[in-house]
T-cell receptor
Framework: AQSVSQHNHHVILSEAASLELGCNYSYGGTVNLFWYVQYPGQHLQLLLKYFSGDPLVKGIKGFEAEFIKSKFSFNLRKPSVQWSDTAEYFCAGNTGFQKLVFGTGTRLLVSP | EPEVTQTPSHQVTQMGQEVILRCVPISNHLYFYWYRQILGQKVEFLVSFYNNEISEKSEIFDDQFSVERPDGSNFTLKIRSTKLEDSAMYFC????????????FGPGTRLTVL
């Protein structure tokens, strides 16, 4: 069955620390992968997406993710986090059907 | 930037009552979706809608649920007889084309069933 898993449920970092949030997927065939962010009190917003091509994807606000097919992973990274990055981060995927399958989410708290 | 909007932001209802959650997708989008997130759990797909009919639905989307696009702008989710376990945040989303396009999410409606 299609699934997306996120290993870290809660992450606490200090400002300027580097961030890496794990995401693994279980899909057969071609997969499309997404990272969404939900800031406190706001709706889900797309950070970045991967469909094909360069496995290193750059998104908004300095975030990037790398699609590693051999590891079934799509980890989210940012070299230096800011307090404003405090949010919940969701990895999601689909295979060409419309529905998105979400991971459980990772709550990131960045302390100033 | 165009946004998906949802109303109400919070709905409280008694068990057994009908509720209608409303969404206004982005105007040139053709695909519409409902997802829900029970507190502490994953965001789960409910249903997708295209060309005035359901294109896919999950096991959650049983006979108690229905969707409708009553006019050119609104997209509604109706729960006929709410249960306690329907309490969740319900998100509407829309996308322009199939597969490769981004799904844009609304702010959600928090449904509380008492």
């Amino acid at each position: 069955a299609q699934s997306v898993s996120q290993h870290n449920h809660h992450v606490i970092l200090s400002e300027a620390a580097s961030l890496e949030l794990g995401c693994n997927y279980s899909y057969g065939g071609t997969v499309n992968l997404f990272w969404y962010v939900q800031y406190p009190g706001q709706h889900l917003q797309l950070l970045l997406k991967y469909f094909s091509g360069d496995p290193l994807v750059k998104g908004i606000k300095g975030f990037e993710a790398e699609f590693i097919k051999s590891k079934f992973s799509f980890n989210l990274r940012k070299p230096s986090v800011q307090w404003s990055d405090t949010a919940e981060y969701f990895c999601a995927g689909n295979t060409g059907f419309q529905k998105l399958v979400f991971g459980t989410g990772t709550r990131l708290l960045v302390s100033p | 930037e165009p946004e998906v909007t949802q109303t109400p932001s919070h709905q409280v209802t008694q068990m057994g009552q009908e509720v209608i959650l409303r969404c206004v997708p982005i105007s040139n989008h053709l695909y519409f979706y409902w997802y829900r997130q029970i507190l502490g759990q994953k965001v789960e797909f409910l249903v997708s809608f295209y060309n005035n009919e359901i294109s896919e639905k999950s096991e959650i989307f049983d006979d108690q649920f229905s969707v409708e696009r009553p006019d050119g702008s609104n997209f509604t989710l109706k729960i006929r007889s709410t249960k306690l376990e329907d309490s969740a945040m319900y998100f509407c989303a829309s996308s322009e084309i199939q597969l490769t396009d981004t799904q844009y999410f609304g702010p959600g409606t928090r449904l509380t069933v008492l």
